[in-house]
């Protein structure tokens, strides 16, 4: 799965200023810090807290904290093992020559949080549960190749493939790209599904936090695991606010309500930079910005349509005017920082009139109030958007001055954050076939499968593949993805994906975004990778 979330040197901005707020007490520089207390917000609301079916980047932001997984990810993206004693590799033994047999060792004398043993059957549980069609698991990409799970003792895992799967290193209960947390058994086991258990609103979980309570439209507050396996944690108390308004959300900070804001759009950066009691941190990202296609939808399923609109969106006028200058324009869906980026992939050039020729040439005709119509069908799309982000509100508007000018007409509708990435079974906008376009950011993941998204069996209510975009070359290239365990060769499979994208443009990219973080300057040894922020918390102190 993927958030709707490299090894550069970090870009500080906004931090030259040494004035502080008011004087130092306890040796900390604002006066208004609560020790060894952070309050955070990201500008969104969320539906639950069991990532099995809420893949936003705030619940993985929580489960990372809080929640089982075998594999973590460090500060440079790198994997490294958690509940696993060690990251499966043929070289280590862990994944067999053939690639057909997956070896976890587990780590013994580990607790839940509730004080119950973990083992082997709790993995063996899990993968259950992901593979029971009566839950609505996000997807089950990589999931569906397992032939069977074996516990052949308390610590130990094997899963024999139906074909080798070389993702499986993330894929597998592993922070990066929100994916599935590990489940206790001994609270689940009981119920012929999850979907609508208590346990989702107040999960129990194996990481360095546990969860109190979740005041609805409110907070979500955390405190420290006693019996987490590696220890205490520095921090005694995470305060999640639920703010889905961006504006709200950086009046909180200028009033000092908040320690923390991820992620902040160049809209706001300037306002934030002001701020003299916080830290501006600023890295190059792994989310993109991107306009979707529902390729099935008549409206869209002409690539001439597509590629258009691609060509008469100013993308740099949109990073400038809105983004106010922040983020990195590319066509391709790969981090221009991760090792699977194709430089071969040209830019888009913001072109009105190619756009028009384009349209004209496919039949496209001109009608009533400047519109195109062709074969019955009207180009003035449906497009979804989210409630309380002012700036992608800007930005639509400034897309629809262009888009008329080729002959194609908006109509927008603003959903809120929860009910945009709701499971499809629950009315999920985003996984439904209502829409000709919407606007959100994908978190890329660390390793280049592109399966959940783009994947021909990825289609909601079995992916994310919201596009309905299935093309035979890049599906082939995936499946090669799977079976080469060489990042080299992974490269080149990668590379055949964006090619076969940049052609059909069931998606185009507006922005790679950078990571921008806004922290109180009392908080220490906060070192935030680009897949899995907050999983290394346990130095974090404020």
């Given amino acids: 799965m993927r958030l709707a979330a490299a090894l550069l040197a970090i870009l500080v901005a906004g931090t030259a200023c040494t004035r502080v707020d008011g004087p130092t007490v306890g040796g900390r520089v604002n006066s208004w810090?609560?020790?060894?207390?952070l309050r955070y917000a990201t500008a969104e609301d969320i539906s639950g807290l069991n990532p099995h079916f809420y893949p936003q980047a705030v619940v993985n932001l929580l489960s990372e904290l809080t929640m089982a997984y075998l594999i973590r990810w460090d500060e440079h993206n790198r994997s490294y093992p958690e509940l696993a004693m060690e990251v499966p590799t043929k070289a280590n033994r862990g994944?067999?020559?053939d690639g057909l047999t997956i070896t976890y060792h587990l780590r013994p004398n580990v607790k839940w949080s509730d004080g119950v043993p973990f083992t082997a059957d709790d993995v063996i549980f899990s993968i259950a549960v992901v593979l029971n069609p009566a839950n609505n698991e996000v997807g089950r990409g990589g999931w569906d190749l397992i032939a069977s799970a074996k516990a052949p003792d308390k610590n130990t895992v094997v899963l024999h493939m139906k074909k080798p799967y070389s993702p499986f290193v993330e894929t597998f209960f592993s922070t990066g790209g929100a994916n599935p947390c590990l489940l206790p058994k001994h609270l689940l086991a009981q119920y012929p599904n999850i979907n609508n258990v208590p346990y989702n609103a107040k999960p129990i979980g194996i990481g360095p936090f546990k969860y109190v309570r979740w005041d609805r439209a409110s907070q979500v507050i955390l405190v420290p695991n006693p019996l987490y396996w590696r220890g205490l944690p520095k921090l005694?108390?995470?305060?999640?606010?639920?703010?889905?308004?961006?504006?709200?959300?950086?009046?909180?900070?200028?009033?000092?309500?908040?320690?923390?804001?991820?992620?902040i759009g160049g809209a706001f950066l300037p306002q934030v930079q002001a701020l003299q009691a916080f830290t501006v941190f600023r890295q190059p990202g792994y989310t993109y910005n991107h306009y979707d296609f529902n390729i099935q939808r008549p409206r869209v399923s002409d690539p001439a349509v597509r590629q258009a609109l691609r060509l008469a969106t100013d993308r740099v006028d949109l990073r400038n005017t809105i983004g106010h200058g922040i983020g990195i324009i590319q066509d391709e869906v790969a981090p221009v920082t991760s090792p699977y980026y194709d430089p071969t992939i040209r830019n888009t050039p913001f072109d009105i009139a190619s756009a028009k020729a384009l349209l004209d040439k496919a039949g496209w005709k001109v009608g009533a109030g400047g519109i195109r119509a062709k074969n019955g069908v009207v180009l003035n799309l449906d497009v979804a958007s989210t409630t309380g982000t002012p700036d992608v509100d800007s930005q639509i508007e400034l897309v629809r001055q262009w888009w008329k000018q080729i002959g194609v007409g908006m109509s927008v509708r603003r959903y809120p954050a929860p009910l945009m990435f709701e499971p499809a079974a629950d009315g999920g906008i985003a996984y439904g076939s209502n829409w000709d376009l919407i606007f959100f950011a994908w978190g890329a993941d660390p390793m280049g499968?592109?399966?959940?998204e783009y994947?021909?069996?990825?289609?909601?209510?079995?992916?994310?593949?919201?596009?309905?975009?299935?093309?035979?070359?890049?599906?082939?290239?995936?499946?090669?993805?799977?079976?080469?365990?060489?990042?080299a060769q992974q490269?080149?499979?990668?590379?055949?994906?964006?090619?076969?994208?940049?052609?059909?443009v069931p998606t185009f990219v507006t922005?790679?975004?950078?990571?921008?973080?806004a922290?109180?300057?009392d908080l220490k040894n906060f070192h935030p990778n680009n897949v899995s922020p907050f999983d290394n918390m346990m130095d974090v102190d404020i």
């Fill in 491 to 504: 490269i080149r499979d990668d590379a055949v994906v964006m090619e076969q994208l940049d052609k059909d």
């Fill in 455 to 487: 994947g021909c069996k990825s289609f909601p209510p079995n992916g994310q593949n919201d596009l309905r975009w299935c093309n035979r070359k890049a599906q082939a290239a995936i499946d090669a993805f799977y079976a080469h365990f060489d990042p």
């Fill in 449 to 452: 499968d592109f399966t959940p």
């Fill in 95 to 97: 994944v067999s020559a």
């Fill in 511 to 517: 922005t790679l975004r950078e990571d921008i973080w």
């Fill in 33 to 37: 810090t609560i020790p060894h207390t």
């Fill in 236 to 263: 005694q108390k995470i305060i999640f606010k639920i703010i889905p308004d961006r504006n709200t959300t950086l009046s909180q900070l200028q009033a000092k309500e908040l320690d923390m804001w991820w992620p």
């Fill in 519 to 521: 922290y109180n300057k």
